[in-house]
């Protein structure tokens, strides 16, 4: 049945930051995008107004050539590239808000996500990509950087190169049930959300911490980029400023960095409180010198080692976690390689 262009603008309109329009059209990939990201923040919503005549061309151009099978490879697209490199690090912080307690998840965890949104977008439309070449330079470049949020950046970028090196058209598939193709989606949509949700319902401390010292990592990294840092807080900016400006207020153009200093603000005032809790966890004073946290880390992991303390394990346990994460805190960060003072 042919794909109707009017019904198209109007599923556009209704449910457009939820993918219904793609939905209609066949186009899940592209679906599954809009649900996880509302639309790309509202904004690539907004750009396919323009877009889906050729979308609705597409999908009946597809209808009609179900068993053809297209060659050639696809002409690059640095829309493309940069949307798998944003969605990329889009999934990477998402996993590193709701999965970082995992053992292994800056080997397994953060780059099985990073890839999988960078694979996402190189599937959308008529594309895709090869799996296992971008998932393995995914996983590959993970142990260069292990122990780092800032990881996401080059694990995207790396695995963004090896999908755009890797795309092809995708080949016929016979087509499914509505009720299949909801099932596939629902699925994703909870294998995304439902870590997210449960974090943050069940642990809201831990993710809010989560959520500071990923943001505060990367203003941080951004200083040495002054240029890269003012380019990224103003697309992390636009959807709030599209939002604003179509409910027409009148204070839109005044303050252009405002709401992004307030989060700054917010991030450093959060972690000032950090480092206070971790000078009373070892019991120091604040100001006191590198030297003297580690030695009084040392000091306290003797005392409360789960292995010296048999007869309170439990307290031991807790105590002994505490210290860890109070020595952390008030360790000396790493910069980035070959930077400078």
Same mark, same amino acid.
């Given at each position: 049945m042919a794909k109707g262009l009017l019904v198209t603008y109007v599923l556009w309109a209704v449910g457009g930051?939820?993918?219904?329009?793609?939905?209609?059209?066949?186009r899940d990939s592209h679906a599954l995008l809009w649900m996880l990201t509302l639309g790309g923040g509202g904004l690539g @919503?907004? @750009?396919?107004f323009w877009k889906l005549p050729s979308f609705v061309a597409q999908a009946n151009r597809a209808q009609g050539q179900r068993q053809s099978s297209r060659g050639g490879t696809p002409p690059v697209s640095p829309?493309?590239?940069?949307a798998q490199m944003i969605v990329g690090i889009y999934f990477g912080l998402v996993a590193l808000i709701s999965l970082s307690f995992m053992a292994s998840f800056y080997i397994v965890g953060l780059p099985l996500a990073v890839g999988l949104g960078v694979l996402l977008v190189a599937a959308v439309g008529n594309q895709t990509s090869d799996f296992k070449n971008t998932l393995g330079a995914a996983f590959l470049t993970s142990p260069i950087f292990y122990g780092r949020p800032i990881a996401i950046l080059p694990i995207s970028l790396v695995a963004s190169i090896t999908a755009q090196?890797?795309?092809?058209?995708?080949?016929?598939?016979?087509?499914?049930t509505l009720s299949v193709r909801l099932y596939r989606l629902g699925l994703a949509y909870l294998a995304f959300t439902g870590p997210l949700a449960y974090s943050a319902l069940c642990n809201t401390a831990a993710t809010l911490s989560y959520v500071a010292e990923t943001l505060d990592s990367f203003l941080s990294w951004f200083n040495f980029f002054p240029l890269l840092g003012r380019l990224?807080?103003?697309?992390?900016?636009?959807?709030?400023?599209?939002?604003?400006?179509?409910?027409? +207020?009148r204070g839109f153009s005044s303050g252009y960095f405002q709401e992004w200093e307030k989060l700054y603000e917010f991030v450093r005032s959060f972690q000032d409180e950090k480092r206070q809790l971790a000078y009373q966890v070892l019991g120091l004073l604040e100001g006191a010198t /590198?030297?003297?946290? $580690?030695?009084?880390?040392?000091?306290?992991?003797?005392? @409360? $080692?789960? +292995?010296? /303390?048999? $007869?309170q394990?439990?307290?031991?346990?807790? $105590?002994?976690?505490?210290?860890q994460a109070a020595y952390e805190a008030l360790s000396p960060p790493r910069k980035p390689t070959g930077s400078t003072q």
């Open positions: 930051p939820a993918g219904l329009h793609h939905l209609y059209l066949g @919503w907004l @750009w396919e829309i493309r590239f940069a090196k890797h795309r092809r058209y995708k080949a016929s598939v016979v087509s499914e990224m807080e103003s697309v992390l900016l636009l959807p709030y400023r599209v939002w604003r400006l179509l409910v027409g +207020d /590198n030297e003297e946290i $580690h030695q009084r880390y040392r000091e306290l992991v003797k005392i @409360w $080692h789960p +292995d010296h /303390n048999p $007869h394990t439990e307290e031991a346990q807790r $105590h002994f976690l505490e210290i």
